[in-house]
């Protein structure tokens, strides 16, 4: 049994047994960028890209949308357009909420700018890494994406791809354009300490599934791979391997060129090219913690060993017993929303939830519909592969459906009635913060997944893919509710333990992860939104 088992029970039981360091209180004034700071990197760029007819969230987010035939293949448009409609920053927003920065947000240097992807505290800590070969239109190298400026700065000259090639092991798209995703640690741990790692491995997952439903709306798809030599990449990236972890590399296919020959990968015991360029760090004090350096190295330890196509069979939800009937619901359908309108919607709700005007079947039904089918990797899945990820809805104030919690089957789109009555005293009692009003939502859901059974089945990796699953999940959530035009939240901070008796999960090993809150809002709210891209 790996560090991973230990790590998951501590997070699990965090809201009853404190994880360490219980005191800790984060040095704002101290605090990191929100992204990595290269000074002297050469840098170009990246160009504007319009958004087609038909890119909607319902191709993006629900079955069966995304390319049927061959994957169309990127361009520097494409990829720009991804990038920035996912992670750049492309507006300022103000609102009178119930989060504690409140009091903060008006101060330029404290401004909220709002991006397309969500991050747990707002800190966006994941950083993205464009190794392009020969193919690509600039000249081949590394570059790290500023998400400030929307545009490459240039870590390395030279084709290195070969490189990323071998630490895949034989994976992935023939191509030589790859996206690397890390993350600095202190940009998050600053805040959230030894729970930084749950934190920063969900963001992973929003990005990888904001990544996902803008390229399966315009007929791309993408293979992401979690299994890697991450030892050999951190090598090529010039990074300190306890200071920032690699989470994800994702191929691209690439439009046609007459590329030359692509650079083989070096031999052992020949000198490897390496990043030489380091980031400048904005905090005077940087601080390490010990549960978290330790979970780091024990999913990077074995992360070159992919597991077998068919080892994660035994670790999906199992099938849904009991005696109440199922309820069906509507059928899942999307107003035509394209998917940049819904993503530069998307926002936190923070305390603004109104019951006054129930969520209808239809929008929860589309939401249930839509987050069950988020897969981070799932282009990189064998045909057949199971959903890890059950989800529980609590219902408040849902047009024609009782007040209580349920289980949404998705391959009959129902749901099914695990624990009766108003549910609303539960889950303001088993919240820690005072930044939502839950009883007020129309529903809030709850993904769970069997941790345990994952890293038993491909070890201490796994946990990386739960959390991937799990942020894309949140950031599906986002999206489907943006597209409706409802207000939506998503919380870590909240008794994991007290859910799990709730919904009688202590003998199936699924464990609930995260509350994703969705309900209308109070009219005329006093919002400020400016567009800068």
Not at 30 to 56: E, I, M, Q, V
Not at 276 to 284: C, G, I, K, P, V
Not at 453 to 473: E, F, H
Request: charged content about 20%; hydrophobic content about 40%; glycine content about 10%.
């Amino acid at each position: 049994m790996g560090h991973a088992h230990d790590y998951a029970t501590a997070i699990m039981h965090r809201g009853r047994v404190p994880m360490e360091p219980a005191d800790f209180v984060p040095d704002w004034a101290d605090r990191p960028r929100k992204a990595k700071y290269y000074p002297g990197a050469p840098s170009f760029p990246l160009p504007g890209t319009s958004y087609p007819a038909g890119a909607t969230v319902a191709a993006g987010c629900l079955p069966g949308g995304g390319p049927s035939g061959p994957a169309l293949p990127f361009s520097l448009p494409l990829l720009s357009g991804m990038l920035l409609d996912s992670y750049g920053l492309v507006g300022r927003r103000l609102g009178v909420q119930a989060n504690t920065d409140l009091g903060a947000l008006p101060h330029y240097p404290q401004a909220n700018w709002s991006r397309g992807t969500a991050s747990g505290g707002g800190l966006y800590p994941v950083s993205v890494y464009w190794v392009s070969g020969p193919s690509g239109p600039p000249a081949p190298g590394v570059h790290y994406y500023s998400p400030p400026h929307h545009s490459m700065q240039r870590l390395l000259a030279g084709d290195v791809s070969g490189e990323v090639r071998a630490a895949l092991g034989g994976y992935g798209e023939e191509t030589d354009q790859y996206l690397v995703l890390g993350v600095k640690y202190w940009q998050n741990s600053f805040k959230y300490n030894s729970f930084s790692f749950h934190a920063v491995s969900m963001d992973v997952g929003t990005v990888l599934q904001s990544w996902q439903i803008w390229a399966r709306a315009r007929g791309l798809r993408l293979a992401p791979a979690l299994w890697f030599d991450e030892a050999r990449l951190t090598r090529l990236l010039g990074l300190d391997g306890d200071e920032e972890g690699l989470f994800a590399v994702v191929p691209l296919l690439w439009e046609p060129s007459s590329r030359p020959a692509e650079a083989p990968p070096r031999q052992d015991g020949a000198e490897r090219p390496a990043v030489r360029l380091r980031d400048r760090e904005r905090s005077r004090t940087v601080l390490g913690f010990d549960a978290l350096r330790r979970i780091h190295r024990a999913t990077a330890e074995h992360a070159a060993a992919r597991p077998a196509p068919d080892a994660l069979d035994g670790c999906a939800p199992a099938p849904l017993t009991g005696s109440a009937e199922p309820l069906a619901l509507p059928p899942a359908a999307f107003p035509d929303v394209d998917v940049r309108t819904a993503v530069r919607a998307r926002r936190s709700s923070f305390g603004r939830f109104d019951a006054t005007v129930p969520v209808t079947a239809a929008q929860l039904a589309t939401t249930l519909a839509a987050c069950a089918a988020a897969r981070p990797c799932a282009g990189a899945e064998p045909e057949g592969t199971p959903g890890l990820a059950r989800l529980y809805a609590f219902v408040n104030h849902v047009e024609g459906i009782e007040p209580g919690a349920y289980a949404y089957e998705p391959k009959s789109h129902t749901l099914r009635l695990v624990t009766p009555g108003a549910p609303g005293s539960f889950l303001q009692r088993n919240y820690f913060l005072s930044n939502y009003n839950l009883e007020q939502a129309g529903a809030v859901v709850v993904p769970t997944v069997r941790t345990t059974a994952v890293l038993d089945a491909v070890g201490d990796r796994g946990y990386v893919l739960v959390n991937a699953i799990v942020g894309a999940i949140a950031q599906t959530f986002y999206t489907a509710a943006a597209a409706f035009g409802l207000g939506a939240g998503v919380a870590l901070g909240f008794d994991n333990i007290s859910y799990v008796e709730e919904l009688g999960l202590e003998d199936s090993g699924e464990a609930p992860l995260l509350i994703m809150l969705l309900g209308n809002e109070r009219p005329e709210p006093a919002d400020f939104r400016s567009d800068i891209a």
